[in-house]
């Protein structure tokens, strides 16, 4: 089955500056990735997605990048701000079924 | 408000008992996932069930189990409960169509005491 690592854990930034937070998954045909930005005592919240047929896509400040060849996406936030802090979680799926999530960043955005 | 609503949002209970989560699915969204989080953890894929019929099983114990009724609210019920089933359930909701992203509701906070 999928399997999604995401990489850093924990992630400190001072506001203004950029994170980039990254993601590698196992199944190759696999073609949807989204992000979920998750505050505390809330649910996670849908920030940005890509699918396998498109390389990059941007959203004001955030972006997100896939590497179908090396199976690995990313998400970078600029400009960050205080309220960026939350915990990331990236995700995997063929057609949108079944998502497998990453095991999450804490972002901190530092003032 | 995302438009996925779970009851209750908190639930304190004992050891061995037996309690049902909800979740309404937003208006129009045929498919719902449920998810665990425990502590510091990621998200644990439970069950999806769309139009009523069970479409897949990730990693639910036997002691849980779930339906979708024709209503599409779907319930999730925890039997035997143990003080490791302490976590947050999500249910997610998603037209199933070529909108692939999943709205979450706020989920519901379970303590096993």
């Known amino acids: 089955g999928e399997n999604v690592e995401q990489h850093p854990s924990t992630l400190s930034v001072q506001e203004g500056d950029s994170a980039v937070i990254k993601c590698t998954y196992s199944d190759s045909a696999s073609n949807y990735f989204p992000w979920y930005k998750q505050e505390l005592g809330k649910g996670p919240q849908l920030i940005i997605d890509i699918r396998s047929n498109v390389g990059e896509k941007k959203d004001q400040r955030i972006a997100v990048t896939l590497n179908k060849t090396a199976k690995h996406f990313s998400l970078h936030i600029t400009e960050t701000q205080p309220e960026d802090s939350a915990v990331y979680f990236c995700?995997?799926?063929?057609?949108?079924?079944?998502?497998?999530f990453g095991p999450g960043t804490r972002l901190s955005v530092l003032p | 408000d995302s438009g996925v609503t779970q009851t209750p949002k908190h639930l304190i209970t004992a050891t061995g008992q037996r309690v049902t989560l909800r979740c309404s699915p937003r208006?129009?969204?045929?498919?719902v996932y449920w998810y665990q989080q425990s502590l510091d953890q990621g998200l644990q894929f439970l069950i999806h069930?769309?139009?009523?019929?069970?479409?897949a099983k990730g990693n639910i114990l036997e002691r849980f189990s779930a339906q979708q009724f024709p209503d599409l609210h779907s319930e999730l019920n925890l039997s035997s409960l143990e003080l490791g089933d302490s976590a947050l359930y999500f249910c997610?909701?998603?037209?199933?169509?070529?909108?692939?992203?999943?709205?979450f509701g706020s989920g519901t906070r379970l303590t096993v005491v």
């Open positions: 208006s129009g969204d045929l498919s």
């Open positions: 069930y769309y139009n009523g019929e069970e479409r």
């Open positions: 997610a909701s998603t037209t199933g169509g070529a909108n692939y992203g999943y709205t």
């Open positions: 995700a995997a799926s063929r057609y949108g079924q079944n998502f497998v």
